[in-house]
């Protein structure tokens, strides 16, 4: 296990990389940088960072493309730095998938209790001790992020993963709509219940656990929905 949080700083000025870099690391983060985009999508698939600190203005790829890509790949949290302050940016960069914004100049403070509010927000009431989830015709690997139904593997989005490993870690307990929201999707969502169904519709079907008669994924009308554990 981990001692410490990885960050990623993906800024294409070295200046700013270095003052982050001694920041992050007085405040025990270790740190890992690239200097452009494609870097940065390279680096957040090989090293697994824990956070990533992603400019918008970069040359090869822009961090909103990057952002962008990394959503299809993964679900690790993702803080904008950027010169722009408007409304309208912010709320366009959120809709690319970043979890958090924050405005250059900022001050070190603000930006650590950011980054470690999103740690927090990412970790809370998981049971790290669950690490794989074993049926007989179910198996999740957390780790190694594999699910397999009945031998075969089955491919989910970093979404469908959020909503299944929550739903592992709360197993036969109702798990309220509005909690699957927050944790899938971050702050600000939790009223958005039609993303939840389509998801929740999804796995069902890979998962070969039809909504009319569930082996899963139960629906508790009017709460949420309750994962039934099998093992």
Request: aromatic content about 6%; some cysteine.
């Amino acid at each position: 296990m981990k001692e410490k949080d990885t960050i990623l700083v993906a800024d294409d000025d070295p200046s700013l990389r270095q003052v982050l870099n001694v920041l992050l690391e007085a405040e025990g983060f270790c740190v890992i940088q690239a200097i452009d985009g494609t870097e940065c999508l390279r680096l957040a698939y090989e090293q697994h960072p824990d956070l990533i600190l992603l400019d918008i203005m970069m040359p090869n790829r822009d961090g909103r493309e990057v952002c962008r890509r990394l959503r299809e790949i993964s679900d690790v949290p993702v803080v904008m730095l950027t010169c722009l302050p408007s409304e309208k940016e912010k709320v366009e960069r959120l809709a690319d998938g970043a979890d958090d914004y924050v405005t250059k100049p900022f001050h070190n403070a603000e930006l650590i209790a950011r980054i470690r509010t999103i740690l927090r927000r990412t970790r809370r009431h998981a049971d790290p001790s669950v690490r794989v989830y074993d049926d007989g015709h179910l198996r999740l690997d957390f780790d190694a992020r594999q699910a397999r139904v009945a031998g075969a593997p089955v491919a989910l989005s970093p979404k469908e993963w959020r909503i299944l490993e929550y739903f592992v870690r709360h197993k036969d307990r109702v798990v309220p709509r509005q909690t699957l929201l927050r944790h899938a999707w971050g702050d600000g969502y939790e009223q958005d219940g039609d993303y939840l169904k389509v998801y929740i519709s999804h796995l069902r079907r890979k998962l070969g656990d039809p909504a009319r008669r569930p082996r899963y994924i139960h629906t508790e009308r009017d709460l949420g929905y309750r994962f039934q554990a099998h093992v």
